[in-house]
């Protein structure tokens, strides 16, 4: 009787990848920290600088040996020739009325364009040159209309000239997201006796939520902005919040103080609306970017 032969083979055993991939981790992390670091500088110096008083201003840059104040949020809020509060309403229905307007006119033309057919190419090629064209080069086409149709220095005026500047890119995004969307759904719905109405807002846009508000958060950030057509297209009464804090350069000199707590409130609103709908932007750039 013979024994058979003892299995010499050995298992594999775990190499040490737990480490290397630990430090690409930490490296990978130190890195995005870095560049945050880097692209939030000035507003941590308008922020640093709007806690100073005016004779620390004037003194050193140093980020110590300063008494915290809070005068100049008081002077941005409530100073005299600084309407704070009707600067901060024009730049929400502006930035709010360009997103409804992209919406409003991107889901329809889009779903036109890439499900049913209707100058699809045509649509994405232009939406993609118009893209890529700086904003100066609309400044003056927009002046001519907007003076035209006596919408200058509105708010009116002001929402459609962001709405056209945005709606190509609310095209691009919301076109990947169609094409993610499998089009049995579709072909299901119709079969159940849905019309193609039915079949896009009873279907497809609940599907398409994440697209959705990340064309949204996308716009009102740009629209919120917006500094050119502010300056092109208002004077005194559609001035929103971002033209706002020029009031604080004055015959007599300029009010850093004051202008770097305007700074730091006027980024409030857009950082709070990315912040609360980041799942959803995160997945609609996704979505755009890697599967469109």
Known sequence: MTTPPANTTSRPTAGPSTPPRRRRLWGTTAIV??????????????????????ADIAASPAPWGFAPTSEHYANALGAAGYDFPRFFLNSIVIALGAVVLV????????????????????????????????????????????????????????ALANTFLNLPLGIILLAAGFRDLPIEIEEAAQVDGANTYQVLFRVLLPMLAPSLVAVAVLVF?????????????????????TLGAANFVTSTGIRWGDISAATVLSTLPPVLFAVFAQRYLVSGLASGAVKG
Do not use: C, H, Q
């Open 221 to 241: 950030i740009f629209s919120w902005n917006d500094y050119l057509f502010a300056l092109v297209l208002s004077s005194s009464e559609a001035t929103p919040i």
């Open 103 to 158: 919406l409003v006119i991107a889901v329809p033309s889009t779903y036109a364009a890439v499900r049913l057919g209707f100058g699809g190419t045509f649509v994405m090629n232009a939406s993609s040159g118009l893209r890529l064209l700086p904003a100066i080069f609309f400044a003056v086409p927009y002046f001519l209309l907007m003076s035209n149709l006596r919408l200058f220095d509105t708010v009116a005026g002001l």
């Open 33 to 54: 920290a870095l560049i945050a670091l880097a692209v939030n500088v000035p507003w941590l110096n308008a922020l640093l600088v709007s806690l100073k008083s005016e």
